[in-house]
């Protein structure tokens, strides 16, 4: 490794001129050669160009002691940065995440980068990751948040380090904009009428609450205030382990309506203590097993489009937004933390949005008068 002064070398290429100069590597011998434009023989001289050279060179502190200084100490791969997030960071997030993340990280994330040094991560590292993702065909949404995973983790070692977040600019591939499946009202009263036993309630109950499943599958009998008509949620279920809420703002009490709170009452039948929903065990019933064995089938026989237990939800939000409730009840119930999260839950039906266009149309009108002098002159 050199530790001489270096002023790099400027030649001229056709009409620009280039320069070259010499940059150490951690942990490797041989330097790199890098070659910089510095710009057209037209506008500077030769000496110009030497001068724009030094400006880059002095730049990356090639010449300055304390460079030779951070190459002498041991240079961190992403491989320690994903040790020391595993070991501190993870355990402090949310069950789900604690279960997913490593075996995501190991498939798709420490085979391109656990060998690098973190310093020498660039934007077209990123890129050249992403396009890999991209190659073995997983979707776009699955490469956002494999990006999303990789970001958090460097940042948090940077914040650990009392360093700023590291700054890449990757180009990621655009989300399709697919409609969630969502349930309509008459959509829910059909399931809820074809289904059976606790889950004729556990559907009523999605659909006119709008809770998440796993808040369903961990609400208590002791949750239910039957006396203010509220639901209070309190935690949420994941794979059968009980943890918070999903959000800060999924911390909240919801408001029933009465002939839901009858059908709770008579479903709990005097028990006043335990899971509102059950299995047999005494287990919270699997959200991929309700939807697989008991919701599919009932749209398959009703002819109505599959969906999942979020699709209630997603039902439930858009006859608020189309009942005219106002926003902030709306995201005060369902535990939304932004009215933009709010509106990508909202959904109309064809008919209501032909009905509001018609009634809107009748509006601007008197006895029709104003329209039909519109058309009138429309056609003059």
């Known amino acids: 490794m050199s530790k001489r002064f270096q002023t790099g070398y400027v030649y001229a290429v056709g009409k620009m001129w280039y320069g070259r100069y010499r940059r150490d590597i951690p942990n490797q011998e041989k330097r790199e050669y890098p070659s910089v434009v510095l710009g057209t023989r037209k506008e500077m001289p030769k000496l110009a160009a030497r001068k724009k050279l030094m400006d880059v060179i002095n730049g990356e502190g090639l010449n300055e002691h304390s460079y030779l200084e951070k190459l002498a100490v041991p240079v961190k791969t992403f491989n ?3 040790d020391a997030w595993e070991l501190k960071r993870l355990p402090q997030l949310k069950v789900s995440t604690q279960y997913s993340a490593p075996g995501q990280i190991a498939k798709h994330i420490t085979p391109f980068f656990g060998e690098m040094a973190l310093e020498t991560i660039k934007t077209g590292t990123v890129n050249d990751w992403i396009r890999s993702l991209e190659q073995i065909g997983l979707a776009a949404k699955s490469v956002h948040n494999l990006w999303k995973q990789f970001r958090a983790i460097a940042n948090w070692y940077a914040q650990q380090n009392d360093a700023p977040p590291r700054k890449w600019y990757p180009t990621l591939p655009d989300i399709p904009q697919e409609e969630q499946r969502w349930f ?13 036993g606790q889950y004729k309630v556990l559907f009523h109950l999605a659909g006119f609450s709008g809770l998440r499943y796993g808040e369903l599958a961990g609400l208590h009998v002791e949750d239910i205030d039957f006396t203010d008509g509220v639901i209070q949620v309190r935690r949420s279920v994941w794979r059968g382990v ?10 909240r009490n919801v408001d029933i309506d009465s002939a839901t709170l009858e059908m709770l009452r008579t479903h709990l039948n005097g028990r006043t203590t335990g899971r509102v929903f059950q299995t047999k065990n005494g287990t919270s019933p699997e959200n991929h097993n309700v939807v697989r064995q008991i919701l599919q089938p ?5 002819g109505i489009a599959p969906g999942g237990c979020h699709g209630f939800r997603h039902g439930r ?3 608020m937004r189309m009942e005219n409730v106002p926003g902030d009840l709306i995201k005060e119930q369902v535990g939304h933390s932004s009215l933009r999260t709010t509106s990508g839950y909202t959904h109309f039906p064809k008919a209501f949005v032909r009905d509001t266009v018609e009634r809107l149309g009748s ?8 329209h039909t002098n519109a058309i009138a002159a429309s056609n003059t």
């Open 80 to 82: 320690d940065v994903i």
């Open 184 to 196: 309509t009202m008459d959509e829910v009263r059909r399931i809820v009428a074809a289904a059976k």
């Open 242 to 251: 009980e943890m918070s809420t999903k959000t800060k703002k999924g911390y």
């Open 298 to 302: 009932i749209c398959k026989r009703l």
């Open 317 to 319: 939000v858009s006859l």
């Open 363 to 370: 509006s601007c009108t008197q006895d029709g008068t104003l």
